[in-house]
């Protein structure tokens, strides 16, 4: 089948009369286009060029066919240069904000869309679920990434949430404890530990509802700082909660420093992540090319 690159390549053996030069040109080799150009007279049923020790000399046909190359490939520039143009032309601000353990996934989604339109701010934060409904039915950001569940949802029957992925809430331990060792901790059992806590609202509505259930916990402290929390876990201080997607990538995770627990029988748990969105507003072409290229990088990243 034609293509472009094939079409490059006759119009740079015309130019030089020289398939050598061509190729040099090109920075291919010699037998590269000579493949190349074989294969289009083959498929258009001409020969392009004769071939001799002096050089590549167009046929009669084809001139012709040279000189539609070219146009063709003037027009091709042109279209680059057309969504280039384009590209440079979207500007202003774009405000997003996302749930802890998504920045990498929004650093990476904001380099895609820096390269793409260099002329675009992007703004990007971590809060809490709850800060960041906040902040969206406040306009303070065009789209928020948090968790919720059906409890939350429910409570919140106006706000369109589109979930994008189910997860649950965990356990996270430094590795130098005895609960390292265990893949799974009974509510009895967790009850019994100390909590050092993010503060985020999502976690502070599951220790109350735990503590409903099993009773008070025992919390050293809470922070919005996560280096803070997990020093402390590194120093077998106590142990966290969090959304199991925010552990999934983070390094110490990966490299066993750290170690997540899966919470037996507690029910209401189950987490959904996914994005909030103006209701009847149609999304913006830049939001919503952030939103899809967020997604895809996310489904990249999950190891599960």
């Not at 990966?254 to 748990?269: A, C, K, M, P, Q």
């Not at 830049?286 to 997604?295: P, Q």
Request: net charge neutral; hydrophobic share 40%; glycine share 8%.
């Amino acid at each position: 089948m034609m293509n472009i690159e094939q079409l490059e390549h006759v119009v740079e053996v015309a130019k030089g009369k020289s398939i050598s030069k061509a190729a040099e040109s090109l920075h291919i080799t010699q037998s590269g286009i000579s493949q190349s150009i074989s294969a289009l007279e083959n498929e258009l049923g001409i020969k392009l060029f004769k071939r001799s020790r002096k050089g590549a000399v167009p046929t009669e046909a084809g001139k012709r066919i040279i000189i539609k190359a070219n146009d063709i490939l003037n027009n091709v520039q042109e279209l680059r240069e057309e969504a280039e143009g384009a590209a440079n032309a979207i500007t202003g601000d774009l405000r997003l904000m996302g749930i802890p353990g998504v920045m990498p996934t929004l650093i990476k989604t904001t380099a895609y869309l820096r390269r793409k339109y260099p002329n675009l701010a992007v703004d990007i934060n971590e809060k809490g679920s709850f800060e960041i409904i906040e902040d969206f039915q406040a306009k303070r950001i065009d789209a928020g990434f948090i968790a919720m569940n059906d409890k939350l949802l429910q409570q919140n029957v106006g706000l369109n949430f589109e979930p994008v992925s189910k997860g649950k809430l965990v356990l996270c331990v430094g590795r130098n404890t005895p609960l390292s060792f265990k893949k799974s901790i009974t509510p009895e059992e967790l009850k019994e530990q100390t909590f050092i806590l993010y503060k985020d609202d999502y976690v502070q509505w599951f220790i109350r509802d735990f503590s409903n259930v099993f009773g008070k916990v025992n919390v050293l402290f809470s922070t919005k700082n996560g280096d803070a929390i997990v020093m402390a876990l590194r120093e077998g201080m106590g142990v966290t909660i969090g959304h199991d997607y925010s552990f999934a990538n983070h390094p110490l995770v990966l490299s066993g420093e750290l170690v997540t627990l899966e919470i037996e029988n507690f029910s209401d748990h189950v987490v959904y992540f996914g994005w909030l969105k103006q209701g009847n507003t149609p999304l913006s072409q830049i939001t919503k090319e952030a939103i899809d290229r967020f997604n895809q990088v996310l489904f990249m990243d999950q190891p599960y």
